[in-house]
T-cell receptor
């Protein structure tokens, strides 16, 4: 069966520091991968998605970036964090291709607090 | 573009009460519709889905029917439990199939 791992679970970082959140998926090949952010009291905002190695689509311009160095690895990064980057970051995967009826499967999330 | 509108929360109910959480959507074509649940401190779990008009998704006593004529996908449960306390998200995936659009979420609190 497929599993998704995200780490760390919680992170406290000062403003201006770099960020690296990692997500890996096991048990499937060439999944679609996603990064969402959930700000306090708000819904989920799609940040990036990827349909293959090196293919990244950005939904919202900001100081975050994403990379997919391996088939089942998705990394969210920032060179300099802002206070507004605080939130709950969720990685997700879905089956390959653009199947409209396939759900996303989420990791347990990373709670980031920028101080 | 695609969008999902959910009823504002929080919703507070007593145990064994009937639950309805409203969800309406805007999309071109024939989207797939989903409900996700988020328990405190956790990620999202798929609760149920429906992929075409008049389909009913169901799981763990929850149900939702895909109503194309009213562009709705309301979540219902006949008798809620304290363990159902969570945030519920309605979502859709459009015909392009590449990403999920979420509503803002509805927090449910069930009192014993």
């Amino acid at each position: 069966s497929q599993t998704i791992h995200q780490w760390p679970a919680t992170l406290v970082q000062p403003v201006g520091s770099p960020l690296s959140l990692e997500c890996t998926v096991e048990g499937t090949s060439n999944p679609n991968l996603y990064w969402y952010r959930q700000a306090a009291g708000r819904g989920l905002q799609l940040l990036f998605y990827s349909v293959g190695i090196g293919q990244i689509s950005s939904e919202v311009p900001q100081n975050l970036s994403a990379s997919r160095p391996q088939d089942r690895q998705f990394i969210l990064s920032s060179k300099k964090l802002l206070l507004s980057d605080s939130g709950f970051y969720l990685c997700a995967w879905s089956v390959p291709g653009t199947r409209w009826n396939s759900p996303l499967h989420f990791g347990n999330g990373t709670r980031l607090t920028v101080t | 573009g695609n969008s999902v509108t959910q009823m504002e929360g929080p919703v507070t109910l007593s145990e064994e009460a009937f639950l309805t959480i409203n969800c309406t959507y805007t999309a071109t074509g024939y989207p797939s519709l989903f409900w996700y649940v988020q328990y405190p401190g956790e990620g999202l779990q798929l609760l149920l889905k429906a992929t075409k008009a008049d389909d009913k998704g169901s799981n763990k006593g929850f149900e939702a029917t895909y109503r194309k004529e009213t562009t709705s996908f309301h979540l219902e449960k006949g008798s809620v439990q304290v363990s159902d306390s969570a945030v519920y998200f309605c979502a859709l995936k459009g015909s392009s199939g590449d990403k999920l659009t979420f509503g803002t979420g509805t927090r449910l609190a069930v009192r014993p």
